[in-house]
């Protein structure tokens, strides 16, 4: 064949070609609201009628006989079936695969959970994505439980926190009433025990206070080189009265080469929550130990063991948890005017130590508990 007769077939072809796909194209979006089995069919269709149209103008300028034409006709046809069944077949799997995308979409919104079947080998788009959903349930599922259990958690904080205050506010109203009224006989023993019941309020709404800034991300921490053995030493000479009013006798070891890099008044609040809890937990006649160390990692360790009879291991996960007070022989009764039982001290003593960039733990020993604040050491400003 020469040169001019192929271009002739060439452009002939594509603008039947051209001619035929534009309309395809119409066809498509005249039913681009029907199903994709529908639109992969106006393909399929699209195609075969831009070759048979190609043929027949072909046919027309004399370079195809009638009899070729015929047996193109059939080759087309068959043609045509073949492609139009491939369709049907693709047709069916996309719409059940559609179909599992859109159960899992109903179930992720409805807050159930999502079970993806998949063959191991299946690396179809439909199937990645409805594995990215089942993924994206799961990572939901969990975030709803961490906002259940925080907002369970919230309520219960709230009722305690109520119940709290309402007692040494009633206590107050009451003494109060009586001096006004004139019917007490020493208004000294009076006014002693609302400056107690005072200060127990006030170290409750500094305890809330500091709460809402560790969870709320405004803790700001004023770094500067920290000796834990100065922290431990001021903090057991605050609280040896304390101590002493239990019969609870305070321990200290270690040494003053350890320090940190930190804030001094955040950590003073950790050690000295982490002693009150041992204080007010420990019986009578007992002892509390403080001791500070370092790891072979070269961080800094502080624990504090106590023997008030440890903590049920189911609960051990539960310390930490904002409001929990754990079992009645676990929540004290209030201590020479300090906050004690809204289960707050331990919270607070979990965010400071991680805005450290440290860790908390805790874990039972013979009679008692022992709690273990590790804190890295050189730690930038």
């Known amino acids: 064949m020469n040169l001019p007769d192929l271009a002739v077939i060439i452009a002939v072809s594509v603008v039947c070609a051209v001619v035929v796909g534009l309309l395809g194209l119409v066809a498509l979006w005249l039913a681009r609201h029907s199903t994709m089995l529908v639109r992969l069919c106006i393909v399929v269709i699209t195609s075969i009628l831009s070759v048979v149209t190609g043929m027949i103008a072909i046919a027309q300028a004399m370079y195809l006989s009638q009899h070729d034409l015929t047996v193109s006709f059939y080759v087309a046809a068959a043609a045509t079936v073949s492609s139009l069944g491939v369709a049907l077949v693709l047709g069916r799997l996309f719409a059940r695969d559609s179909r599992q995308l859109r159960r899992l979409a109903q179930a ?20 990645r994505l409805g594995t990215e959903l089942a993924s994206t349930s799961e990572r939901l599922a969990e975030a709803r439980g961490e906002v259940e259990a925080i907002d369970a958690s919230r309520r219960e904080l709230v009722a305690w926190i109520s119940h709290d205050l309402r007692t040494p506010l009633a206590g107050l109203r009451a003494m109060a009433e009586a001096l006004e009224d004139g019917m007490t006989e020493d208004p000294d023993r009076f006014h002693r025990q609302m400056r107690s019941q005072v200060d127990h309020l006030s170290g409750m709404v500094d305890d809330l206070f500091e709460l809402s800034k560790i969870h709320s991300g405004t803790l700001t921490l004023a770094r500067e080189n920290v000796s834990l053995y100065d922290l431990v030493s001021d903090a057991v000479a605050d609280l040896r009265f304390m101590a002493e009013s239990r019969r609870v006798t305070l321990r200290e070891a270690g040494g003053p080469g350890i320090s940190v890099i930190g804030d001094p008044r955040e950590l003073t609040r950790v ?3 982490l002693l009150t809890n041992a204080i007010q937990h420990s019986p009578s006649g007992s002892e509390v130990f403080i001791e500070t160390s370092e790891d072979a990692d070269g961080n800094a360790i502080l624990t504090v063991s106590d023997a008030g009879g440890g903590i049920p291991e189911e609960n051990l996960s539960e310390v930490f948890r904002t409001g929990w007070r754990g079992t009645p022989s676990r929540t004290p009764q209030p201590l020479l005017g300090r906050s004690t039982g809204a289960g707050l001290g331990l919270a607070i003593v979990q965010g400071i130590v991680e805005a450290h960039s440290g860790g908390v733990t805790v874990h039972n020993i013979v009679d008692g508990c022992r709690f273990e604040v590790r804190l890295p050491r050189g730690l930038a400003a």
Do not use: C, F, M, Y
């Open 108 to 127: 992720i919104g409805a807050g159930e959970d999502v079970v993806l079947q998949t063959h191991p080998r299946d690396n179809s788009e439909l199937t």
């Open 271 to 273: 050690v000295e929550n």
